[in-house]
């Protein structure tokens, strides 16, 4: 693969799991980037749904199946399947580029993929034909220690692997707009717009210092949907350009990019 082949590396939002029924804008603008993508060899996505003590686990299963991690929704939600298969050689070779990076990392064949993993893939990639592995979270961790790992999974890039955090700008689901709302409260606004500005700038140190940006204790309650954005930005070379610009319910960002 030439350089000016490279894959992107992704950020993607994933909202509320009701997207998997109707992705909306967002949905679109999603799959229309799945198909300006070249073929490619596997997916590795990094979601805010698998949190785990300990080294960094990679999903080793050959057929991994999926989580319905959710509760409360429509049965028809559970009903939904995103039958790709996985990758053992993948995740083996993502674990030895981790380790050299000095980061631990070890093999989980159990893991199934969450929904932060295939809602978005659902229109990303909806045959489900690619190969995919999951990345968790460890706990405790770092933006820089997400960074690291990002540049140490950089070189799958070219090797036909896309890299994707899944997660959301903003996710504070105890402060949802239920009256029908679809544009952000305005800390939610505040907060989204410094990550914006910080992302094209190419300002790592301000992204790195999130927590001092107005409206993050609200935006941010916990980290974990921010997170899997410094996986993302570890992988790419260059500043980002928007797939999709958008909210749900006031306090859920779906704001996704793509790095170069």
């Known amino acids: 693969m030439s350089r000016a082949d490279l894959l992107?590396?992704?950020?993607?939002?994933h909202g509320s799991p009701?997207?998997?029924l109707d992705g909306e804008a967002w949905g679109k603008a999603v799959s229309a980037f799945g198909r300006r993508l070249p073929p490619l060899r596997a997916i590795l996505v990094c979601s805010a749904h698998w949190e785990a003590p300990g080294p960094l686990r990679l999903s080793s299963a050959a057929v991994p199946g999926v989580l319905h991690d959710f509760g409360g929704f429509p049965e028809e939600l559970y009903r939904l399947d995103y039958p790709a298969p996985g990758s053992p050689e993948l995740a083996a070779e993502a674990a030895a580029l981790l380790g050299q990076a000095g980061l631990e990392a070890m093999l989980d064949p159990?893991?199934?993929?969450?929904?932060?993993a295939w809602v978005p893939l659902r229109y990303l990639f909806p045959e489900a034909q690619v190969p995919v592995v999951q990345l968790s979270l460890p706990v405790p961790r770092t933006p820089e220690r997400l960074l690291v790992a990002g540049r140490a999974l950089a070189p799958l890039r070219a090797s036909g692997v896309l890299i994707i955090g899944s997660g959301g700008i903003v996710?504070?689901?105890r402060r949802l707009d239920w009256e029908g709302a679809t544009g952000p409260q305005p800390w939610a606004s505040a907060f989204e717009r410094r990550i914006h500005d910080g992302l094209?700038?190419?300002d790592e140190a301000a992204l790195l210092d999130w927590r001092l940006a107005p409206g993050a204790a609200e935006s941010v309650p916990t980290s974990e949907h921010l997170d899997p954005l410094f996986v993302a930005l570890g992988a790419a070379e260059k500043?980002?350009?928007p797939i999709?610009?958008?909210?749900?319910?006031?306090?859920?960002s779906?704001?996704?990019?793509?790095?170069?």
């Open 110 to 116: 159990q893991r199934p993929l969450d929904h932060g």
């Open 244 to 252: 999709y610009e958008g909210w749900q319910l006031g306090s859920l």
């Open 171 to 173: 996710h504070n689901l």
């Open 18 to 20: 009701m997207l998997a």
């Open 254 to 260: 779906l704001s996704s990019y793509a790095f170069a």
């Open 200 to 202: 094209l700038a190419g």
């Open 8 to 13: 992107p590396s992704l950020f993607l939002s």
């Open 239 to 241: 500043a980002p350009e």
